[in-house]
């Protein structure tokens, strides 16, 4: 996938977060020349999707996409507050290993957060 495509695919989307967040990062693993969760990790032991996770502050939630050692990433809707991702993937940090990165989205703007 090119840049010209994926922005020609994701600038007009208008799809919810649920309905758009697995091909939203299945284009941008594409677009880098990634492998895909799937194609790296088919167990899902440390590179996957709706990894289910205990929050810090009691409990279940679920990181959109996680990749151990690497990174949690969090999806919102678009136009949506990355603040209140980025506050719901802080929940999240401790059961995910405390990965270096923390990442979340929009599906047109995204946030990197480095974590020392």
């Known amino acids: 996938m090119t840049p010209d495509q994926f922005i020609a695919k994701w600038k ?10 697995q091909e939203h990062f299945l284009d941008l693993c594409r677009l880098v020349g990634q492998k895909t969760p799937a194609e790296a990790d088919p167990k ?6 709706e990894k289910g996770v205990e929050k810090d502050v009691g409990g279940q939630g679920f990181a959109d996409v996680w990749r ?8 919102k809707g678009k136009r949506r507050n990355l603040d209140d991702a980025y506050r719901q993937l802080l929940q999240y940090r401790d059961a995910l290993g405390n990965p270096p990165l923390l990442i979340v989205c929009d599906l047109n703007r995204f946030k990197i957060i480095k974590i020392n």
């Open 44 to 49: 899902g032991t440390w590179y996957t999707f």
């Open 68 to 75: 151990k050692d690497c990174f949690g990433w969090e999806y």
């Open 12 to 21: 007009p989307a208008e799809l919810k977060e649920r309905a758009a967040c």
